[in-house]
């Protein structure tokens, strides 16, 4: 890592597009760098998923109430469930220590820029429609309505990845991870530019769009 001032890093981008898998990753391979930090949410646990490990699981009264007291750096609904990073997490930077690694949507980056923590966030793409939505598709967990809200809330953030700076290109973990250390020590390499970043964002919202189509047209599953 640099030895510039110590910064929590960000990894945002679309549903589907492999940040927890990369954040997993860098803590991983670079634990003296990286450490993982855990959101709190009101959704259920899916299955293999352990309290304090994936995410904190609380009751929505219990989130409201973080929310109310200040606990939290960052928090949003979405489809209908809390989540949130606590701002306990985002402390203790100014010793040697791992800097905590956060993976979250476009609106909870801006809202932790906003409050000034100085974190480093790169948006991170998919390389293409087809293997994302299959990303998305091969999760096993979600109806076809689900996958197209998801999809629906992707478009959103998509439209929103011009307002950053940053950007790394999921089309192989392992040099995805290498381009990510690289960037958070300061050595940026070969990046997207942003002409490219916009013809890419093209397809992927083309891509998803037609899939909305096709899922919103499938049968609705039983009650």
Not at 16 to 22: A, D, L, M, N, S
Not at 27 to 49: H, I, K, N, Q
Request: glycine share 10%.
């Amino acid at each position: 890592m640099s030895a510039g001032p110590r910064r929590p890093l960000i990894l945002v981008g679309p549903s589907g597009v492999g940040k927890t898998t990369i954040a997993d990753a860098l803590v991983r391979r670079r634990p003296d760098l990286f450490a993982l930090s855990v959101s709190a949410t009101t959704r259920r646990p899916r299955a293999g998923e352990r309290p304090g490990r994936e995410y904190t699981f609380v009751s929505r009264t219990a989130f409201e109430t973080m929310i109310e007291d200040g606990h939290l750096a960052e928090w949003a609904e979405v489809h209908g469930e809390y989540y949130g990073t606590p701002a306990e997490n985002l402390e203790g930077l100014s010793g040697d220590g791992p800097v905590p690694v956060l993976d979250i949507d476009v609106q909870g980056a801006a809202q932790i820029m906003e409050r000034g923590t100085g974190a480093f966030v790169i948006f991170i793409l998919p390389p293409g429609p087809a293997k994302w939505i299959d990303r998305l598709a091969g999760r096993g967990t979600e109806s076809p309505r689900a996958i197209a809200r998801r999809l629906k809330t992707a478009l959103e953030e998509l439209r929103a990845a011009p307002s950053f700076e940053h950007f790394v290109v999921n089309a192989d973990l392992d040099r995805t991870v290498e381009r990510v250390q690289a960037l958070a020590a300061g050595r940026s390499g070969r990046l997207p530019q942003a002409s490219e970043v916009a013809v890419l964002c093209r397809g992927l919202e083309a891509g998803a769009r037609s899939e909305i189509r096709r899922l919103d047209g499938a049968p609705k599953e039983k009650e």
